[in-house]
Structures are given as structure tokens and as C-alpha cells.
Nanobody, 121 residues
Framework: QVQLEESGGGLVQPGGSLRLSCAAS????????MGWYRQAPGKQRELVAT???????NYADSVKGRFTISRDYPKNTGYLQMNSLKPEDTAVYYC???????????????WGQGTPVTVSS
């Protein structure tokens, strides 16, 4: 199967930056889509950004111009560069991947365990 391991979360002051990483491992033939979602306390999980196989990206309006999603294809790793962070960006950030398995060619969704981001002075 597939495992997603996130890293890079932490505490940062407003206006600061963080870079999240999501490393995928396992029986991966191809990662079709990688995405980042977040869930703030008391709120539903929401889409932050996605990147598909051809490099096309999509962002939530609230992060456009501040966050950048990218991928390292050979390393099966995704990144979320977050700049100009605001207190309202505080949440647990989750990596998501849509993966074609090398074992049976099934296409499945996977989630990471989440990494907390706190933006506070």
C-alpha cells in the first residue's frame, strides 16, 4: 500500500513562512494528484491546493498569491510553500494523494496524518 508522511508544520508569527512536505512511499506506479487540505478547530476540512500529473495547479481563493504547491516527481514528494501567513491559516494541514498502485493498477486515495500549523504572535 501507500504511506504519506508530512513534515514542516510548526509555530510561526504572522507574516512568516513555512514549507510543508509530503513524502509518499509504497507500491506506487503513479501519483495522479497531490493535494493539501486543512482543518481548523471546529471547522470542516477544506481544500487548500492541488497539483495534477501535468503540473496544473488549483488554489483556494483564501491562499492564492501566498501559497505555492509543487511536486518532485522522482522523489514522489509534494510541497506547500506558505508565505505571508495569517492567524486564520492556523489549522492541521493534511496531505492527500490519488495513487495508481503498481501492484494491481487500482486508483486509491490516501491521507497523511496531518501536521499542525499555528500562526500567532
Amino acid at each position: 500500500q501507500v504511506q504519506l508522511e508530512e513534515s514542516g508544520g510548526g509555530l510561526v508569527q504572522p507574516g512568516g513562512s513555512l514549507r510543508l512536505s509530503c513524502a509518499a512511499s509504497g507500491t506506487i506506479l503513479r501519483i495522479n494528484t497531490m493535494g493539501w487540505y486543512r482543518q481548523a478547530p471546529g471547522k470542516q476540512r477544506e481544500l487548500v491546493a492541488t497539483i495534477i500529473q501535468d503540473g496544473s495547479t488549483n488554489y483556494a481563493d483564501s491562499v492564492k498569491g501566498r501559497f505555492t504547491i509543487s511536486r518532485d516527481y522522482p522523489k514522489n514528494t509534494g510541497y506547500l510553500q506558505m508565505n505571508s501567513l495569517k492567524p486564520e491559516d492556523t489549522a492541521v494541514y493534511y496531505c492527500n494523494a490519488v495513487v495508481t498502485l503498481s501492484s494491481d493498477y487500482n486508483i486509491l486515495h490516501y491521507w497523511g496524518q496531518g501536521t499542525p500549523v499555528t500562526v500567532s504572535s
